[in-house]
């Protein structure tokens, strides 16, 4: 059996170091109320001269430090979209998530990643291809933007700097149980609709489906996915899937979790599973996501 990876073993194969960059401006562009919370729609500036839209959703100045989220959006091919998610939702969810933090007290901040929103005029395909070739995956430069996300969530006076967490669905849920695995301050991780073993997607032939943003060049004989989200652990994860989902078929899920299950040796793992669910949110599914929330931040 391959040893679990180092997380300077991942950052080497991302070709983003995580945590290498940082966001070095904030501009406000409007303020808008959100029940008694303000929702800010902001401009972030990297280090690095890039810029990216985000939404941040957060409890009025001079309240109790909040518990906070870093939610991370979805792809769908759905490029037009980026962190209006958050407040806007999209096919695969129940709804926005926007509504049900505020409710529970929890604070959230959604970045745009390359390739969706504003940032939809560098297409992926080209964009990931470009990176690859230079040693650079997509992927690994959306976990870096999103690692400086949780930097500067963790300095702003609204939010408790240790109960955040993060967490999407398909590539955000992705992205959220990579980024709790390079991450060590992050404290509760939940993730839907995306948790397979690469290797065994790839021999079932269900592995196409994935965008390109996705490779990370010779991960497979390094980790598996199992293995890289048990970096968690201790920490809390909450695992969510269908088995009717293109992209978790049961073999594939079940050999992740296997991995998975061996890196916890005491609570901290919870699954929510549903057998005649594909790629969406169902409303138990949402209901676990929330109490999950509520309970570990």
Known sequence: MTAAPTRDQLHTLLGH??????????????????????????????????????????????????PALLYCHAHGNFYEMGCAELTEGRPALQGPYAPDLQARGIAALCIEMPCFGGRADQAESPT??????????????????????????????????????VMGISMGGTHAWWLG????????????????DLATLIE???????????????????????QIAGLIAPRAQLVCAGMQDWSTPPEAFEKGLEDLRAAYTEDGLETH???????????AMRAAVLDFLSRQL
């Open 128 to 165: 990931a291809k470009a990176g690859l070739w230079a040693g650079k995956p997509l992927f690994g430069r959306m976990l870096a933007e999103l690692s400086a996300g949780f930097d500067w969530l963790a300095t702003q006076p609204e939010v408790a700097m240790d109960r955040i967490g």
């Open 204 to 226: 079932l032939g269900s592995h196409d489906g994935h965008g390109i943003y996705m490779t990370v060049p010779g991960l497979l004989p390094v980790a598996r996915s199992g």
């Open 273 to 283: 599973v549903e057998t005649d669910l594909g790629h969406a949110e169902s409303p």
């Open 17 to 66: 170091q995580v945590g290498a960059i940082a966001i070095q401006s904030v501009t406000r562009q409007r303020r808008t109320g959100f029940g008694d919370w303000w929702l800010d729609d902001l401009v972030l500036g990297f280090d690095d001269g890039v810029h990216a839209r985000a939404l941040w959703l957060h409890p009025p100045e001079g309240q109790p430090p909040a």
């Open 181 to 196: 695995a390079l991450e060590p301050r992050i404290k509760a991780v939940a993730h839907l609709c995306c948790f397979a």
